[in-house]
Every structure is written in C-alpha cells, then in structure tokens.
C-alpha cells in the first residue's frame, strides 16, 4: 500500500512510471487491477475534474466507490483524524481527499493501513502537475531538452509543475508571475539551474515548447490589494504574447477551470494550439495509473 500525497514523496522513476502508465490508458490501455476493490473519495472543496476523474478512474479499474463531501464524516463533529483513517481502513483499499489543510492531514491519515492520495491540499496539488507531464509526454515523448513556460500566479499548481519539473530529468521550466505572487522561495530552494522564476514579461523565453496558465484566484484565497486585478492583467496569456514565445509546435495548457478573459483569451484556450481539454482527460488516465499504483504496487 503507498500514498501519493506530495511530489517530494517521489522518485524520477515513479514519475516516469505513472505518468507513461498515464499515456498508455490514453492510448486505450485497460486494467482492471482495482477488481473487488474499494476507494473512498473525500471532497471538502469544490471540484469539477478531479472527484469526478477519480470516481471514473476507480470504476474503469474495476473498483468500488463511496463520496464524502464535506459534511460527510463525523470529522465535522470531532471525530480524529487517525479514528477515521483506522475505521475506513478497514473498508477501503484508498481515500482520495481534497481538503483546505495542508499535507499533515493526509500523512495523519496514511499511518492507517489505506492509500492516501492528496487530490488538492492547500500548497500542493500532486495529481494535477502528474496529468501535466503525463500530457507533455503524449505530445513530446521525451521531455528531455524541452521547455515548459508557466505565466500567471504562483500558486498550488505553479508549486506542483515545480516538483514535478525537478523530477523530470532535461525539462527546462520558467516559471513569470507579478511581482509579489510568485512561487515560495522555499519551494524553488535547491533546483536544478532550469528551473528558474522572474517577474519581467519583457525577457520571457522565446520558443518555448509549451506555455501553462492557470486561475489568478485561488479557491478560497482571497488577495490583500483590491488592485490586483491591475497587477496581472498583463500576465495575460493572449494570442500576441502566445504567438511572441511560441514555434510551430508548441502547445497551450491550462489546469481548468478558466476564467475567460481574464488568464486567458478565448482565442487562446479554443485555439489549435490547445491541449487544455486533452489534460482535462490526462486527470483521469493518471488517476488510474496513481490509484493502480498505490493499491497494487505496479511499478511499470
Ligand atoms: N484542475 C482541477 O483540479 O480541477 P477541479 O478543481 O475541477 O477538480
């Protein structure tokens, strides 16, 4: 049994292997690994992709599913986190939890004898930057001398793209927010010289393989300055700045969900150079490869 709760947790090697896993059931690749098993999904947040990607992926695996929202548990009423683990444990081979807390809650929960897979905490959102590189490497196959820009807030997915960039050997990723909104130091601390942050939408990389953008407000987070908006207009992803940093290939992502306009001009998201819906179904494909993983021990 092993939890997937943060990137740091992982190895090179489990990247490549969930996420070629991940490529493979695009490709029509079909498991039924999770055959007579059971997968509890727990939801304190809002979610379009990831519960419903992880429901399907359970049941495309074969396994059974139960949904918690919110006010599901008798967490709400007391109960501790290591009771609920020790109980459920006992019913389910996997919890998938998206919660407003940060990844101690999840490692509280893994000391029970079930799965743990974080599906968004408060700085970390390992699934999702999974699915990423799971779709840049259906697009790219070896991502080896490529090179992923990422424009907008340094938020929970910028942090999660820089994990899984360290882990992705060659990749090269920049990552340009406003000043005051980028990724926590302590996140880029000790990177690979690729890996690198600034502030200046006058020095953004040209050709670049792949640009990434994704919401300005987070769910839940609101920003001190009521002029924030002003501060990341620029930041925008349109088509001029797309086209400025782009070559014949290269392609656009975005986590979803959008705000239209905002991050991201129609144009850009509906364009051809769009992936974004492909990623959109990469959640599931790497929810299968995460939950077999994690369940099972497949390693390949
Ligand atoms: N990208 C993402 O995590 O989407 P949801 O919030 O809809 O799950």
Redesign the pocket.
């Known amino acids: 049994m092993r939890s997937v709760i943060s990137l740091d947790d992982l190895t090179t090697a489990d990247v490549d292997a969930l996420t070629g896993r991940a490529v493979a059931f695009g490709a029509g690749e079909r498991s039924s690994a999770l055959a007579g098993r059971a997968v509890g999904v727990y939801f304190r947040k ?6 419903t990607s992880f429901w399907r992926a359970a049941t495309r695996l074969g396994a059974q599913v139960i949904t918690y929202g919110p006010d599901d548990l008798q967490l709400t009423t007391g109960e501790t986190l290591a009771d609920t683990a020790r109980v459920l444990s006992g019913y389910l081979d996997a919890l998938v939890v998206r919660t407003n807390g940060d990844i101690a809650e999840l490692r509280e929960l893994a000391k029970a004898d079930i799965a743990v897979v974080n599906a ?1 905490t408060r700085f970390e ?1 390992p699934t ?1 930057a999974l699915a990423d590189i799971a779709t840049l490497r259906e697009e790219f196959g070896d991502l080896s001398g490529r090179h992923l820009l990422y424009i907008g807030e340094g938020n929970s997915t910028a942090a999660a793209l820089v994990r899984a960039a360290e882990l992705t050997p060659g990749l090269t990723f920049t990552v340009v927010t406003p000043p005051g909104y980028g990724v926590p130091d302590d996140v880029l601390a000790d990177k690979p010289s690729g890996i690198t942050q600034h502030h200046d939408l006058d020095a953004l990389p040209e050709a670049v393989d792949a640009v990434y953008t994704s919401r300005w407000q987070t769910m839940g987070v609101s920003k001190a300055d009521p002029d924030w908006l002003t501060v990341f207009t620029p930041y925008q992803v349109d088509e001029a700045l797309l086209e400025r940093v782009s070559h014949d290939g290269t392609i656009f992502l975005h ?3 959008a705000v239209r306009g905002q991050e991201v001009t129609d144009g850009v998201l509906d364009g051809k150079r769009s992936r974004a819906w492909r990623q959109a179904h990469h ?1 599931m494909t790497i929810a299968m490869a995460v939950l077999e993983w994690c369940v099972t021990g497949r390693d390949d």
Do not use: A, G, I
């Open positions: 809002s979610s379009t992709r990831t519960r968004l959102h999702q986590d979803l969900p959640k």
